[in-house]
């Protein structure tokens, strides 16, 4: 069995802005990729980015500089 782990996720409203965040984060090397949203939570266009939690604010500092949106936050054990 899989032993969970503490996870970030950030959720967009729009798939445009998943993509775009997406396409800065590969750009810039950032940690983590997009995911299908996971059960355990509902939000917007059914993407989000996974991360390890010590990357949320180098993330959300890179996405704010780039003009990204994003909806909401998590941790959750994935």
Not at 20 to 29: D, G, L, P, T
Not at 33 to 59: F, N, Q
Request: charged residues 25%.
């Amino acid at each position: 069995m899989r032993m969970k782990k503490k996870t970030w996720i950030l959720t967009f409203e729009s798939t445009t802005q998943a993509m775009a965040a997406e396409k800065y984060a590969m750009e810039q090397n950032l940690p983590g990729r997009l995911i299908p949203i996971p059960r355990e939570i509902t939000a917007g266009c059914g993407l989000s980015w996974k991360a390890v939690p010590e990357a949320r604010d180098e993330i959300l500092t890179a996405l704010e500089k780039a003009g990204c949106h994003w909806e909401v936050e998590y941790i959750l054990e994935l």
